[in-house]
């Protein structure tokens, strides 16, 4: 049920991958992890369920999953493309920012979908897209924008009392 997140560098712990699901059903089985989840879905219907809600996101919208919810993932239509981004906030805090590790606690929302008429989805779209972006380039930067935009959406989550 737990899952293990293994980062590929242990500097930037963030997991970021586009799958293309194309069957209707499951796509996870029921499991859960410590890390911050995002699952932009680019094309097609994704379903997202915990024990307490379970959301629907269609082309173009954001599936938010805290953090330690047990959760899994279902495709509603056939032909779904979603890209996956998971972070550990705190371990992304070091140095002068460390102090703000102690605010990434998840609160009781375990999962939300942003959608176009949210006054922050164009600014998370914003920063998910970059994300995706840099790290299929791999430019000789592309660590540090990734890093600066998982804090631009840390700050959202904060600003919306997702994280405590």
Do not use: W
Not at 79 to 94: A, D, G, H, W, Y
Request: net charge negative.
């Amino acid at each position: 049920m737990i899952e293990h997140i293994l980062f590929k560098d242990p500097n930037r712990p963030v997991n970021i991958r586009t799958s293309h699901l194309q069957k209707i059903g499951k796509s996870s089985e029921l499991h859960f992890h410590n890390e911050l989840e995002f699952l932009y879905v680019t094309k097609g219907k994704f379903k997202c369920s915990s024990q307490t809600s379970q959301v629907i996101a269609k082309e173009g919208e954001i599936i938010f999953i805290n953090s330690n919810i047990p959760h899994y993932t279902e495709c509603v239509e056939d032909e779904n493309m979603v890209s996956l981004i998971q972070f550990r906030s705190p371990s992304l805090f070091k140095g002068s920012l460390k102090h703000l590790s102690e605010f990434f606690n998840h609160t009781d929302v375990p999962i939300f979908v942003f959608k176009e008429h949210d006054p922050d989805y164009d600014e998370l779209l914003k920063y998910i897209v970059d994300i995706i972006g840099h790290n299929e380039r791999r430019e000789v930067t592309f660590d540090y924008y990734i890093t600066a935009n998982i804090y631009c959406i840390s700050a959202i989550l904060y600003k919306r009392n997702f994280l405590a």
